[in-house]
C-alpha cells in the first residue's frame, strides 16, 4: 500500500505543478494589458458623439493639401527620392494627386478593429511610403534600443506631467517599447506604426487590437478620440509630401494636447547636403513645425516646452502643442509662404541653405521674429 500511496502523491503534486504553471503563464501574458474591448468602451466613452456632418466641417486637411498638390504638380519629378531607397515615384504621384483631389478629407465613424497589418503583397502605398524598409529598420536596428524617451530620461517626466489624460495614442509606436513602458504606468495606449506590427516586436499589441500598421497621414481613429497624442523622434522621417496631411491627422484626433520630439538634423547614416537625405527626410526649422501646426489651428504650449528645454535633454527637441482651443493661432497669411518653404525644401533634397528667402518669407507671413533653439 505505501509505495501505491507514495506514488498517487507524486502525480498529484506533478498536476498541482501543471496547473499553476498554466495560471502563472496565463498572468505573464495578460500582465499589463487591458483587451480590446475594455479599451475601445473607454474611448468610445471619451470619444465625442459626432455626425459625419460635424467630422467632415472639422476636418480642415482639405485646404491645406491643396498646397501640397500644387507644389507636386508644378514639377512632379522634385519630389522623387523624397523617401528612403524609393526612385520613380512619378506615376505614383500623379495617381496620388488625383485621389486627394477627389477625398482630401478623412472621415472616421467607428472604432477600428484589430489586428491591422501591412499586407506583403503591397509593400509601398499610393504616396510611396516604404513600409519594407521600415519592418526592416525596425527588426534589424530598432529592436535592440531603448525608446527615446527612455533613454533620453524625459519620460517618466512627461508621465508624471499629463498623468491626468487617461488615453494616450503613440502616433510612430516603432517597435511598441513606449507603449509597453506606459501600460507599466498604468495608462491606456493605442498605437500607429507604418511598418509591420504583426512582424516586429508590436505583434503582441497587435494580436490585442491595440497598434495598427498605417501611416500618420491615415490615423484610423474617430475625430478628437484621444486625451494626448505623443509622437517621440517620427516626424522628420515623414516624407515632405505628407508632413501637412500628417499634421492634419494628428491633431484631429487629439482632444486638445499634443507632446512631440522632433530631430533637428539629419541622421548620422544620411548623406550631407545637397546629396538627399534617406533616413530623416523631413528636418525642418522650429518654426516652421510651430507654423503648419499654426495652420492646423495649435498653439504652442509654452510652459511644457520651456520646462522640458530646462531640463537640458540631450538631442531632444520638444513640440508640445495645445489644439482646437477656436481661436486663430496664425494669419491666414502665413499657409501659402510655409507651404512654399516646404516646396523649396523638396526640390533641394533637404538643403536647407538653398531656401532661406522661403524661410524668412514664412516667418515674416507668421509673426515669427526669433527662431527658438
Same mark, same amino acid.
Not at 240 to 266: G, H, P, Q, W, Y
Given at each position: 500500500?505505501?509505495?501505491?500511496?507514495?506514488?498517487?502523491?507524486?502525480?498529484?503534486?506533478?498536476?498541482?505543478?501543471?496547473?499553476?504553471?498554466?495560471?502563472?503563464?496565463?498572468?505573464?501574458?495578460?500582465?499589463?494589458?487591458?483587451?480590446?474591448?475594455?479599451?475601445?468602451?473607454?474611448?468610445?466613452?471619451?470619444?465625442?458623439?459626432?455626425?459625419?456632418?460635424?467630422?467632415?466641417?472639422?476636418?480642415?486637411?482639405?485646404?491645406?493639401?491643396?498646397?501640397?498638390?500644387?507644389?507636386?504638380?508644378?514639377?512632379?519629378?522634385?519630389?522623387?527620392?523624397?523617401?528612403?531607397?524609393?526612385?520613380?515615384?512619378?506615376?505614383?504621384?500623379?495617381?496620388?494627386?488625383?485621389?486627394?483631389?477627389?477625398?482630401?478629407?478623412?472621415?472616421?465613424?467607428?472604432?477600428?478593429?484589430?489586428?491591422?497589418?501591412?499586407?506583403?503583397?503591397?509593400?509601398?502605398?499610393?504616396?510611396?511610403?516604404?513600409?519594407?524598409?521600415?519592418?526592416?529598420?525596425?527588426?534589424?536596428?530598432?529592436?535592440?534600443?531603448?525608446?527615446?524617451?527612455?533613454?533620453?530620461?524625459?519620460?517618466?517626466?512627461?508621465?508624471?506631467?499629463?498623468?491626468?489624460?487617461?488615453?494616450?495614442?503613440?502616433?510612430?509606436?516603432?517597435?511598441?517599447?513606449?507603449?509597453?513602458?506606459?501600460? +507599466? !504606468?498604468?495608462?491606456?495606449?493605442?498605437?500607429?506604426? =507604418?511598418?509591420?506590427?504583426?512582424?516586429? &516586436?508590436?505583434?503582441?499589441? $497587435? %494580436?490585442?487590437?491595440?497598434?495598427?500598421?498605417?501611416?500618420?497621414?491615415?490615423?484610423?481613429?474617430?475625430?478628437?478620440?484621444?486625451?494626448?497624442?505623443?509622437? +517621440? !523622434?517620427?516626424?522628420?522621417?515623414?516624407?515632405?509630401? =505628407?508632413?501637412?496631411?500628417?499634421?492634419? &491627422?494628428?491633431?484631429?484626433? $487629439? %482632444?486638445?494636447?499634443?507632446?512631440?520630439?522632433?530631430?533637428?538634423?539629419?541622421?548620422?547614416?544620411?548623406?550631407?547636403?545637397?546629396?538627399?537625405?534617406?533616413?530623416?527626410?523631413?528636418?525642418?526649422?522650429?518654426?516652421?513645425?510651430?507654423?503648419?501646426?499654426?495652420?492646423?489651428?495649435?498653439?504652442?504650449?509654452?510652459?511644457?516646452?520651456?520646462?522640458?528645454?530646462?531640463?537640458?535633454?540631450?538631442?531632444?527637441?520638444?513640440?508640445?502643442?495645445?489644439?482646437?482651443?477656436?481661436?486663430?493661432?496664425?494669419?491666414?497669411?502665413?499657409?501659402?509662404?510655409?507651404?512654399?518653404?516646404?516646396?523649396?525644401?523638396?526640390?533641394?533634397?533637404?538643403?536647407?541653405?538653398?531656401?532661406?528667402?522661403?524661410?524668412?518669407?514664412?516667418?515674416?507671413?507668421?509673426?515669427?521674429?526669433?527662431?527658438?533653439?
Amino acid at each position: 500500500m505505501r509505495p501505491e500511496l507514495s506514488l498517487w502523491r507524486k502525480l498529484r503534486i506533478v498536476l498541482a505543478f501543471v496547473i499553476l504553471a498554466f495560471i502563472f503563464w496565463t498572468f505573464v501574458q495578460n500582465l499589463g494589458f487591458r483587451t480590446h474591448g475594455d479599451m475601445k468602451q473607454v474611448a468610445e466613452r471619451k470619444a465625442p458623439q459626432e455626425s459625419q456632418a460635424n467630422l467632415l466641417q472639422q476636418s480642415e486637411s482639405s485646404r491645406v493639401i491643396k498646397w501640397e498638390v500644387e507644389s507636386v504638380e508644378s514639377n512632379p519629378g522634385e519630389w522623387e527620392g523624397h523617401h528612403p531607397l524609393e526612385s520613380g515615384v512619378e506615376d505614383r504621384l500623379n495617381s496620388f494627386i488625383d485621389e486627394v483631389k477627389i477625398a482630401t478629407t478623412h472621415v472616421h465613424l467607428g472604432f477600428p478593429e484589430g489586428p491591422y497589418c501591412s499586407s506583403s503583397e503591397t509593400p509601398k502605398d499610393e504616396a510611396g511610403l516604404d513600409k519594407q524598409f521600415y519592418t526592416s529598420y525596425q527588426k534589424g536596428v530598432l529592436h535592440t534600443r531603448q525608446p527615446f524617451s527612455i533613454d533620453k530620461g524625459f519620460f517618466k517626466p512627461a508621465v508624471e506631467l499629463y498623468k491626468d489624460k487617461e488615453l494616450w495614442l503613440d502616433a510612430g509606436a516603432g517597435t511598441c517599447g513606449t507603449m509597453r513602458a506606459l501600460k +507599466t !504606468e498604468g495608462i491606456n495606449v493605442y498605437g500607429v506604426e =507604418l511598418s509591420d506590427v504583426c512582424n516586429t &516586436e508590436c505583434r503582441q499589441f $497587435a %494580436k490585442q487590437g491595440l497598434v495598427f500598421s498605417t501611416g500618420l497621414n491615415k490615423i484610423p481613429f474617430p475625430s478628437r478620440t484621444f486625451d494626448l497624442v505623443w509622437s +517621440t !523622434e517620427v516626424f522628420e522621417h515623414v516624407p515632405t509630401l =505628407l508632413l501637412n496631411e500628417s499634421v492634419a &491627422e494628428v491633431v484631429r484626433v $487629439a %482632444k486638445k494636447d499634443l507632446f512631440l520630439t522632433i530631430a533637428m538634423k539629419r541622421s548620422g547614416f544620411d548623406p550631407s547636403p545637397p546629396a538627399r537625405p534617406r533616413i530623416h527626410i523631413s528636418v525642418m526649422p522650429r518654426t516652421w513645425w510651430d507654423a503648419i501646426f499654426g495652420v492646423h489651428g495649435c498653439r504652442v504650449n509654452l510652459e511644457v516646452r520651456d520646462s522640458f528645454n530646462l531640463g537640458r535633454y540631450a538631442k531632444a527637441a520638444f513640440f508640445p502643442y495645445v489644439c482646437h482651443e477656436g481661436s486663430k493661432v496664425v494669419p491666414d497669411e502665413c499657409e501659402a509662404p510655409v507651404a512654399e518653404y516646404a516646396k523649396c525644401y523638396a526640390q533641394y533634397f533637404g538643403d536647407a541653405s538653398k531656401c532661406r528667402k522661403e524661410k524668412s518669407g514664412y516667418e515674416v507671413a507668421c509673426n515669427f521674429k526669433v527662431e527658438m533653439k
